[in-house]
């Protein structure tokens, strides 16, 4: 009797195992699907900056709108700079690029700031206009680059820059920038 008692207890106890050994399984290959299905699927997010309209971003493309707010915001950043701001231009500007960019484009902006140290010349940007190509990654910002030395404006010039991008899951970086220089004109 009691040998039947301890076989039908290790049977009980075996089926139960089994059963939570499945039921691991089974989740197991629950969460690799949900992992798999949330790494493959295009991510969104919303954004509702400082515009009269809320923007959404996408892992699949960047949006026109997102890609002229950014550039915006970039060109107001990388084109305004004084004696006192150096510090911050650059790291605001190396803290947009992409990794793979931010060496060289480092390098490029710390001449710039080499140069303009100790100096009161001081530039900034009127924005005229802001043409954008999300497909090729780039935009271009049309403006007037303002240049002042002490107190006086000493040059006013219309120029056109051109920003590239790089764009990964949602994330959109900047690979360098400059200004386009037309055939026959000197930078």
Same mark, same amino acid.
């Given at each position: 009797?009691?040998?039947? &008692? ?7 106890? &075996?089926? *139960?195992?089994? #059963? ?10 629950? $969460? ?10 295009? %991510? ?27 550039? %915006?915001?970039?060109?107001? #950043?990388? #084109? ?6 150096? *510090? ?13 960019? %931010? ?10 700031? *080499? ?25 271009? $910002?049309?403006?007037? #680059?303002?240049?002042? $030395? ?5 040059? %006013? ?22 200004? $386009? ?7």
């Amino acid at each position: 009797m009691e040998l039947s &008692l301890a076989h039908e207890t290790s049977q009980k106890t &075996l089926k *139960q195992r089994n #059963l939570l050994a499945l039921i691991c399984v089974v989740l197991g290959i629950l $969460v690799v699907v949900m992992f798999t299905a949330a790494s493959t699927r295009d %991510r969104e997010i919303v954004l509702q900056p400082i515009l009269p309209s809320t923007m959404t971003l996408s892992s699949s493309a960047v949006t026109q709108e997102y890609l002229e707010a950014v550039t %915006r915001d970039t060109a107001q #950043l990388a #084109l305004n700079r004084s004696p006192e701001t150096l *510090q911050y231009w650059l790291d605001g500007i190396v803290k947009i690029a992409a990794p793979e960019s %931010r060496g060289a484009l480092k390098a490029d902006l710390m001449k710039i700031m *080499q140069e303009q140290q100790g100096s009161q010349v001081t530039q900034f940007v009127t924005i005229d206009w802001i043409k954008t190509d999300p497909e090729g990654l780039t935009s271009q $910002v049309g403006g007037v #680059l303002h240049t002042i $030395v002490g107190s006086r404006d000493v040059r %006013r010039e219309h120029k056109i820059f051109e920003f590239h991008w790089k764009y990964t899951g949602v994330s959109l970086r900047l690979k360098g920038f400059g200004v $386009v220089v037309k055939e026959g004109e000197d930078k």
